[in-house]
């Protein structure tokens, strides 16, 4: 079974759509798109497992040039 999350993303002013195209290169981002509220791009990550999913959000992702924060919400049940 393979895991999922939604992560919610705000980033710097003007570097939304950057970080949306950026984030879609990795082979873990399923989708990513621009959103309006409190995040600025949501993207679906997914991983062998809850674990692979929180070190490639803490060691990728996080570090893509233009985001500010991050928020993981696993996907438990579809």
Known sequence: MMAKAFVR???EVGKERGVRDGLRLFDEV????????E???IA???G?????ILTFV???LRQFTGIKVTW???ILET
């Open 58 to 60: 803490q060691s990728r």
């Open 39 to 41: 995040q600025d791009v």
């Open 44 to 46: 679906i990550v997914h």
């Open 72 to 74: 993981t919400n696993f």
């Open 9 to 11: 993303v705000c980033v």
């Open 48 to 52: 062998s497992s809850f674990e692979d």
């Open 30 to 37: 399923e989708m990513a798109e621009m959103t309006s509220g």
